[in-house]
């Protein structure tokens, strides 16, 4: 059993950045792969970025590649989204999902435990 704790969101400029952090808690935590989504209003939950339990593979939904970065310190137990150049479509729960065994990456049933969520809000 693992359980995700998200914090970081806010409100935040255009342009501007924001680093999310997903605390995890659970046995054996750094065997776990972890992604982060995200649900904008009225649209289903999207795939943002995935890192493997190596921080050797990461994937990134195209439309944030070299602006949000993903990381892991599994010494802490904790996942990290840094979100630069922010803009209003990036509006959204931002989630973190953890899991062992995934076929599709980017398929959030896939994904065996979530976190609650965190709101990012980006003004234009």
């Known amino acids: 059993q693992v359980q995700l704790v998200e914090s970081g969101g806010g409100l935040v400029q255009a342009g501007g950045s924001l680093r999310l952090s997903c605390a995890a808690s659970g046995r054996s935590f750094s065997n776990y792969i972890v992604a982060w989504f995200r649900r904008a209003p009225g649209q289903e939950r999207e795939f943002v970025a995935f890192?493997?339990?190596?921080?050797?593979?990461?994937e990134y939904l195209e439309s944030v590649k070299g602006r949000f970065t993903i990381s892991r310190d599994n010494a802490r137990n904790t996942i990290y989204l840094q979100m630069n150049s922010l803009k209003p479509e990036d509006t959204a729960v931002y989630y973190c999902?953890?899991?062992?065994?995934?076929?599709?990456?980017?398929?959030?049933?896939?994904?065996?435990?979530w976190g609650q969520g965190t709101q990012v809000t980006v003004s234009s």
């Open positions: 999902a953890a899991g062992l065994m995934i076929n599709n990456l980017r398929l959030a049933s896939e994904w065996d435990y």
């Open positions: 890192i493997d339990w190596s921080s050797k593979v990461t």
